[in-house]
């Protein structure tokens, strides 16, 4: 350990340059297989993985959908190609990942560690994939501790120490020739047998029947396999769609959000003179966690439900609080929407009303309060709402669009309200207009930061909000 090895695959990458002397590279079609194979996941699906690949090449339908069965054969994916690549096992991520790369068609592969995790059966497997791109001309270079694969595999070995190579030569040269690193079939038959580096080796100078290693699956063909994979090959299961109307529970939380709250917010400010601004903001928080608690009126809400809603909140907390500094830039409202659209508009309600209550714990409790809570929970509903009736499609562009005009026409027209009930003694006409004038610059301020925020968030937190939904069965995944 430690020797160099991944140093000098990133090294033949181009991924680090050489402290002394250079790494000139003949082919640039390189690609390689990393220790950790989930640094090449990004897909929801095993499939998508391996379908990104492909993607750029341009290649017809039925050709792409070939390569994918032919790849998924090769590797023994065809069970794994739905599953999400992070719920695999150890040697299935090697396996996906190989998949990956091999659909690259290198000139030149590194494998690190390319065993790790890999059952017998698919090392004998492994072992013909390699014989083959060797046979096709691919230069494999691999990085192992696996003695005995290598010995049944490599053609020439290579031992790193001090972050240089002190041996070399070929495969039964450099395991016969080495005293204490060569395998395990070495060390108890060389007095008899010195050149036997491997069980196969000391079977067959026993007269014994080596049994043949599995074949890998046969490699691609020309026109009459493209037709049979995709005759054979088991049909794409479809998500089905998500219903677009709204069920009763989110109807009542409507009549909750945009009667009963308001009513709480009339009251609190006309009756108490908004001097009451904490009892108003609890009774807010208990109405607006009605609607949230109908979500489970057939079933007990699980704790991992409650812990993401929580960090949720906490994450836009904490956002408001690190940019206390710039007036109204902030990502409450971006969070908010992304709530919605991910758990529904019951969740982004709620998340927006504690998001208000306990940041302004830091920013400072006053009549102002109830009415943030409102605004941004109405900003989190209606983007739940919206998402799910499919007028709100889950791309960027669409997201910063509902964004910016929420943040501005929803929390600017409710803030601006509020300081008007509250701050005008005889608010007229003229004195309103002033109010909203005023704010103005800093609503059209808080409407670009909700963009911002949006544009570089949104997609990914909501593919991985999406993948934790499916993880945990939480609900159905946002990403429909």
Not at 31 to 44: I, M, S, Y
Not at 176 to 198: D, E
Not at 317 to 341: C, D, E, N, S, Y
């Amino acid at each position: 350990n430690g020797t160099g090895k991944t140093t000098a695959l990133l090294l033949m990458l181009g991924l680090q340059k050489p402290q002394r002397g250079k790494v000139t590279l003949h082919d640039p079609r390189i690609a390689a297989v990393p220790q950790n194979p989930q640094t090449l996941f990004d897909g929801k699906t095993v499939e998508e993985d391996l379908r990104e690949v492909l993607a750029d090449r341009h290649l017809a339908k039925q050709e792409t959908q070939a390569k994918l069965c032919e790849i998924a054969r090769l590797c023994l994916l065809e069970e794994l190609l739905q599953a999400h690549p992070y719920d695999l096992s150890g040697g299935e991520q090697q396996r996906a990942a190989l998949a990956k790369v091999l659909l690259l068609e290198p000139k030149i592969l590194l494998l690190d560690e390319p065993t790790k995790g890999l059952d017998a059966e698919f090392k004998q497997v492994f072992a013909g994939i390699l014989r083959q791109l060797a046979a096709a001309g691919t230069a494999v270079v691999m990085v192992s501790h696996d003695i005995e694969f290598c010995a049944e595999t490599c053609a020439r070995c290579a031992l790193f120490f001090d972050g240089a190579i002190v041996t070399q030569g070929g495969t039964r040269a450099f395991f016969a020739g080495n005293s204490f690193y060569t395998t395990a079939a070495n060390r108890m038959a060389r007095h008899v047998l010195p050149a036997a580096i491997t069980v196969g080796d000391v079977i067959a100078a026993l007269d014994g029947t080596q049994p043949l290693p599995p074949a890998p699956p046969p490699p691609r063909q020309s026109a009459p396999f493209v037709a049979s994979a995709k005759k054979n090959s088991p049909p794409r299961p479809r998500r089905p769609a998500m219903p677009r109307k709204l069920p009763k529970r989110t109807v009542a939380a409507a009549v909750i959000i945009l009667l009963l709250i308001p009513l709480t917010l009339f009251v609190g400010t006309t009756l108490f003179g908004g001097r009451k601004y904490y009892f108003t903001a609890l009774f807010i928080i208990l109405e607006s966690m009605l609607p949230f608690a109908l979500l489970f009126e057939k079933r007990r809400p699980q704790a991992r439900e409650l812990v993401i809603l929580a960090v949720l909140t906490a994450l836009a907390v904490a956002g408001r609080t690190a940019f206390f500094m710039l007036p109204q830039f902030k990502p409450v409202a971006a969070l908010v929407i992304i709530a919605g659209v991910a758990f529904g508009g019951e969740a982004g309600f709620l998340v927006g009303a504690l998001t208000g209550f306990v940041s302004n714990m830091l920013f400072g409790q006053g009549p102002w309060t109830p009415w943030q809570m409102f605004a941004f929970g109405v900003i989190g509903f209606l983007a739940g709402v919206l998402f799910k009736k499919g007028l709100l499609p889950q791309n960027r562009a669409a997201l910063c669009v509902f964004g910016g005009l929420a943040t501005f026409v929803v929390y600017g027209g409710l803030l601006n309200a509020q300081s008007a009930l509250l701050f005008l003694p005889e608010p007229t006409s003229a004195a309103v207009f002033a109010i909203y004038l005023q704010g103005l610059p800093f609503d059209l301020a808080h409407a670009l930061s909700t963009v911002i925020f949006l544009a570089v968030a949104a997609p990914l937190m909501l593919k991985k909000l999406d993948r934790v939904k499916v993880k945990y069965g939480l609900a159905e995944p946002c990403g429909r």
